[in-house]
């Protein structure tokens, strides 16, 4: 059973800075590719980020390239997104998933992010 719990949201202000981290269990995390997610309030859910099993390649969005970065801890079994810049757009609940993220069981509970002033 896939297990994902993120940690790190929080309030921030525009122009601010947060790490979230996803630690994984219940499948082999070195040898899967993992994404972030997002779902702003009344939105769909939204691709942010994917990352491959051994943490060479790479994909964002296009509305957070530049500004986040996606990365992973193998022998940790934890991934991590790092937002910097970040903007009130940015506010949702950031959800880490093993690739496909489609699949509600491959998501995690998700972590609250709101940037305001």
């Known amino acids: 059973e896939v297990r994902l719990v993120e940690s790190g949201g929080g309030l921030v202000q525009p122009g601010g800075s947060l790490r979230l981290s996803c630690a994984a269990s219940?499948?082999?995390?070195?040898?899967?590719?993992m994404s972030w997610v997002r779902q702003a309030p009344g939105k769909g859910l939204e691709w942010v980020s994917t990352?491959?099993?051994?943490?060479?390649?790479?994909s964002i969005s296009n509305s957070v390239k530049g500004r986040f970065t996606i990365s992973r801890d193998n022998a940790k079994n934890t991934l991590y997104l790092q937002l910097n810049s970040l903007k009130t757009e940015d506010t949702a609940t950031y959800y880490c998933?093993?690739?496909?993220?489609?699949?509600?069981?491959?998501r995690g509970q998700g972590t609250q992010v709101t940037v305001s002033s």
């Open positions: 998933a093993k690739v496909p993220y489609t699949d509600s069981a491959n």
């Open positions: 219940g499948f082999t995390f070195s040898m899967s590719s």
């Open positions: 990352i491959d099993p051994r943490g060479i390649s790479t």
